[in-house]
């Protein structure tokens, strides 16, 4: 068990910056989340925390301990890879001790950490198995099983689960976080799946073009993203965008998108007049959209007209993809009884509690 | 009825392989097999003599050792060298030019090579200037020269190192190709579980290697069972470095002896066919697991 320290880290692949000055503290026992579009260095950040790829510039700790020039094999650490990597020549059992033998453990303790771990992971039936023989939801718990039996100081998963369909992946998932409080060791994940990141993570750090964008639990990071690509990342259908601009009228506060007003709630108000007359880019998640007829109680509501351009019944919900009058699309995410169908004109209200505002210049949130 | 009339057309297109095959291959066979039990001219049915001047003549003894010195050494330096060099030659950023300059001795004709290495490898009397590189350097070093083609201890192992230069390269090229095709994940999972990079080769690389180790040796031993042209251009089997295929030859052309010729071909046949049978299964077995 050990906390990682990345300190001004910075990788270069010629003179591409796939991670670009990088300082981030996780804690001791803490499930960390790197996530973000592909290339965005998430993988490199992973790779060099495990010694696969050398640091251009920056250190890395692991607890209290300079890691920079340490090879994989002496950094006590575990990984899961994408592909899973299991030893195509060696059983299951062996897959899972091969470590354990590079470190000379003596041959009944193999035996029990092995059996120990295939019984967590419900695959103690497979252990003679050669890795061609298992599904891959079985192969996924060989490789996390390989990892567990080393007791390692920091676990690392590298897009574990995008081989597994669906619904494997959801209940696997939910076994990943279980076995993070049971191991009560220090989970470093990478993924693309902000769902993925959102279920499982203590902490998500969100990374594009090499650059750490925001660090913040599930939590906040939906309600309180820090610019405009962490609030469009997170969450799913994705925020709308609209531009617009901050005006008074009656002492009340408007966001004024051209062709709609919104009226700010009081509480926010106050915070944002100092941007009044300014243009803004405001923010509304999908679920803050509901359909006129169906709208929840302790809101602070704010009408809209769109036309519907196409929907998406989910079952429990129905996603709208509207239009502006002026023209400009969105989504929300409203209520399953509601009847609209494309080119139908609708009453919308808007959540303005939950609305996000961000400076169109710098991206970045305004408070 | 429809599917009897039309029995005839699978053979109808096998046909000409068949035909090429008999003509080129099956007939010569049979009539080698045959012609060992005649004499020299073929004239007189002679029983099993040939066979038995083939496995109890000196100069087939002889023969026969250095073949199976050729087979040991050859075989095991070559495979070795080329798996050595497929995998360091993975580390390093001039891979490509590397591997084509190690490589490039098979794209010269083995009399080509033999004639390059009979310079390399020649003699003059002490206090004479040598003209042959190794000797050169042996006698600027202050040491003697050495026969390297006449000197009976050393001279067969100088056209192994012959056939070691030409055939590295290949065993090179094939083993890299198997050596690129296991995933890079799987090499760095064992350094992360702990592995050096000799523990990641003996047990993650080599074991994945050994189907296509296998088929290099395998193809390399049927190669050096037929050893020719170089002990032909550079020694043509004297001073003790005679082979089966050089034997073969002389007796075929320089002695006329039919019924020789033809036993000593009928040997290298079935030394030939166990290798060729396990490299059959061999590539069986990998076929059935895809």
Known sequence: ?367 | MLHKRRDWVPWLYMAPALLILGVYLVYPIVGTVYYSFFDKRSEHFVGWANYKWALTSKVMHIAFRNNILWLIFFTVFVVGFGLVLAVLADRVRYESPLKSIIFLPMAISFVGAGVIWKFVYAYRPKGAPQIGLLNAIITALGGEPVGWLVNRHVNNFALIVVGIWVWTGFCMVVLSAAYKGIPRELLEAARVDGATEWQTFRYVTLPLMVPTIAVVTTTMVINVLKVFDIVYVMTNGDFGTEVLANRMYKEMFNFRNYGRASAIAVILLLAIIPVMLINIRRFQEEEALR
């Open chain 1, 1 to 367: 068990m050990a906390s990682v320290t990345f300190e001004h880290v910075t990788k270069k692949f010629g003179d591409v910056v796939a991670v670009n000055d990088l300082t981030l503290h996780i804690e001791d026992k803490e499930f960390l989340v790197f996530v973000g579009p592909s290339g965005c260095g998430k993988t490199t950040t992973l790779r060099l925390l495990a010694g696969l790829e050398e640091l251009t510039d920056g250190h890395i700790y692991i607890g209290d301990r300079l890691v920079d020039d340490v090879p994989p094999k002496d950094r006590d650490i575990a990984m899961v890879f994408q592909s899973y990597a299991l030893y195509p020549h060696m059983s299951v059992y062996d897959n899972m001790a091969f470590g354990l033998k590079l470190r000379k453990v003596p041959k009944d303790e193999i035996d029990r950490r092995v059996h120990e771990a295939a019984r967590i992971l419900g695959i103690e039936q497979l252990l003679d198995r050669k890795p061609k023989q298992l599904s891959g939801g079985q192969r996924q718990r060989v490789a996390v099983g390989r990892a567990i039996v080393r007791n390692p100081k920091v676990f690392l998963f590298d897009e574990p689960l995008s081989n597994l369909d669906a619904k494997l992946r959801v209940q696997t998932r939910a076994e990943l976080s279980k076995l993070h409080h049971r191991l009560g060791t220090t989970f470093v994940y990478v993924t693309h799946d902000q769902v993925e990141a959102m279920t499982m993570a203590t902490r998500i750090a969100v990374m594009r073009d090499g650059v750490l964008q925001q660090v913040d639990t599930p939590q906040t990071l939906y309600e309180k993203p820090g610019n405009v690509f962490v609030a469009g990342f997170i969450g799913s259908p994705s925020m709308n965008f609209f531009d617009a601009t901050l005006v008074e009228a009656d002492g009340k506060l408007f966001v004024d998108g051209g062709s709609f007003r919104l009226e700010v709630p009081p509480h926010l108000a106050e915070q944002y007049r100092k941007y009044k007359g300014q243009e803004v880019i405001f923010g509304i998640r999908p679920e803050d959209i509901h359909a006129k007829p169906y709208v929840p109680p302790e809101i602070f509501p704010a009408e809209m007209r769109a036309q519907v351009d196409v929907t998406e019944l989910m079952g429990s919900e129905i996603f709208l993809y509207c239009l502006t009058p002026d023209g400009r699309a969105f989504v929300a995410r409203v209520d399953p009884r509601t009847k609209a169908r494309r080119g139908d004109v609708v009453d919308l209200v808007v959540n303005m509690d939950h609305m996000h505002l961000f400076d169109p210049k710098t991206e970045k949130r305004l408070e």
